[in-house]
């Protein structure tokens, strides 16, 4: 029987590092649930900070995360 696994999205940008721990952590919670041996589906978008930091500013944050959720799909389309 076949599990289906949904794909998270990160949003990125702010530093690798800070990217790169929640990529471990995220890996270390699914391997205490599942020891399939297999990593699972996830996306990492990094955005563009300072255009991040001005849509917050202008009480636009839901167009950047409209904008990074379009970007994605249509990077998955040309696949």
Do not use: W
Not at 45 to 50: A, L, R, T
Not at 57 to 74: K, L, P, T, Y
């Amino acid at each position: 029987m076949s599990r289906q696994i949904k794909t998270i999205g990160i949003v990125g940008g702010l530093g690798p590092e800070s990217t790169i721990e929640y990529y471990r952590q995220i890996i270390a919670r699914y391997r205490e649930q599942i020891s399939d041996g297999i990593y699972p589906p996830i996306i990492i978008q990094s955005m563009d900070v300072p255009e991040l930091l001005r849509q917050c500013g202008a009480n636009e944050f839901r167009d950047s995360c409209s904008s990074a959720v379009a970007h994605e799909s249509r990077g998955s389309s040309q696949t």
